[in-house]
């Protein structure tokens, strides 16, 4: 009972998730427009699935639809009534993370992306120090830190080979 206390304490309030929903709509929808009004290339025989705009729409479309969900669950919990949960403020552990991630993002795609390194390769890297840097907090505590770096490296492995034959063979994109 507790636990469940404290988890629902350090959710956002309701109306922040309907601002937040209105953004990744808002987000998506002009991804989607912008996308669609890019030139297919059709007068120089590009296929629709390797056209420039194809991935951006359909992340466009994505985002619209978890915009509507987070809003509509806003909703759901009172987003317009008087009474809201306190506004989450960011917090000195919410600020690490973000910076780790972004540290570990940019020395990707500065690193080792274009430099020799198979794009495979360098995202299994990636992905793995992604996850076992970010989770190893959460899994020290629960004294689980050998399992954590084992699923990191399943899930990075796959996650990098899916992508990778996903945009040679699918989308036709050589990677570096």
Known sequence: MLEQAQEESARPSARADLWGGLFWLALGIAIAVASWNMDRLERQGVSFYTAPGLVPGILGVLFVLCGCVLAARALRE???????????????????????????????????????????????????????????????????????????????????????????????????
Request: charged share 15%; hydrophobic share 60%.
């Open 78 to 176: 009172g987003a317009l009534g008087r009474v809201q949960r306190p506004a989450l403020l960011l917090n000195r552990d919410t600020l690490r993370r973000a910076g780790i991630a972004l540290v570990l993002t940019i020395g990707f795609a500065v690193g080792l992306v274009g430099h020799g390194v198979p794009f495979p390769v360098a995202a299994t890297a990636f992905l793995f120090l992604q996850i076992a840097v970010l989770q190893y907090p959460e899994r020290k505590a629960r004294n689980e830190v050998g399992r954590g770096l084992l699923v990191a490296a399943a899930v990075a492995a796959s996650a990098a080979a899916t992508i990778s034959l996903l945009f040679q063979y699918v989308f036709l994109v050589r990677l570096p």
